[in-house]
């Protein structure tokens, strides 16, 4: 186990008894979500947060893109912020003030490289489609040089990162304890649905079981 | 309807198929959405994406946070970004290339604006909890003169804005579709668990019902 890198960027500040500096639990939080937000900072100076695909590899995380999109081209070699939540319910508290949520998330800060090296960027997008649909690599065609060429990953280093969780039931205020008002938490459950075929697939082409068995995405304390 | 402003910023450039201008379906991404992705510069000029909660009234988008958290200290009068997303499934193509996921997403653009007129802060903290927390305004106790003032708002315009929506099944190189491949799509649902009350509950307080009868979140296709 590994302490988070507490630099000052990468430090709760707020809500600190809800962080955690363990190394395990960043990974946890990492594997539990399926995508990701990807900040950087755009050449006008300002900030774009965009959503994408990503993966870990022990200490390194992947992330996905066209090799179109500016976002992946602002992001290579400059500051990227990759944050992952997974909102796992609602904390109803006897007071709006003490209303909040549960959830878990990782944030990451660092310097983005874009991969160049062909086989270095085939097993990056290994990674990344292990990530998001586990089963599919070695099912599927695999990326043509074309394919290849098109697609932009980048790499992060896990070195600054924070970790925050929160779980169970609201924070009350003691004076709030003897109101007749409901309070707990509403959890949130993500499940796969049933699978939908593509309308052309060729007939009698069966679900393979990475897809049809798929586990649901993980739940808080699971982890 | 208006559509949205396409400045270069909110011009999508990637997956051009996949946007939308339409401000009606702006509003229903950010009435399906449960918390957002508020990204900043931080006086190092490194970009920070942190998850927190939001509400919609009408054009103009409030974010929610403690007054001692730096990122809306840093987002007051500075460029920000907030950005919506909702996972729909994953798109199982017969080429790992043409693996993708079903979502929806509203990136906004804008200076952020901490409100701090008392009532302004009041409604704006209402917007909030009605959208994270519907019906807990009224039930629960209301912010008191300290806890107001704990709270910060960011106050944010929806003028520049763009909204990527991809529903359906994989697009395919034509060559793949003979492929003895499955292709399709895994929905991913979301949806409440059952209540649970806080431990220090008072005996006999009902779940009130609305939490108890709480809707799931907005799929695809029904906002």
Partial sequence: MHPLSPTERSTVRRGKTRSTSDRAALHAVLDAGLICHLGFVAEHGAPVVVPTGYGRDGDTLYVHGSTGAASLRAADGGEVCVTVTLLDGIVYSRAVFH??????????HGRGATLTDRDEKLA????????????????AREPSRRELAATAVLALDLTEAAVKIRTGPPGEEPADLTRPTWAGVLPLHRSWGSPVPCPELRPGTAVPSHVETRPDPVGPGRG
Same sequence: chains 1, 2.
């Avoid at 209303?99 to 990451?108: D, E, M, T």
């Avoid at 990344?128 to 089963?135: Q, S």
Wanted: glycine content about 8%; charged content about 10%; hydrophobic content about 40%.
């Fill in 99 to 108: 209303c909040s949520v549960n959830y878990r998330s990782a944030v990451l």
């Fill in 124 to 139: 990056a997008l290994r990674v990344i489609t292990d990530h998001l649909a586990p089963g599919t690599w070695g099912y």
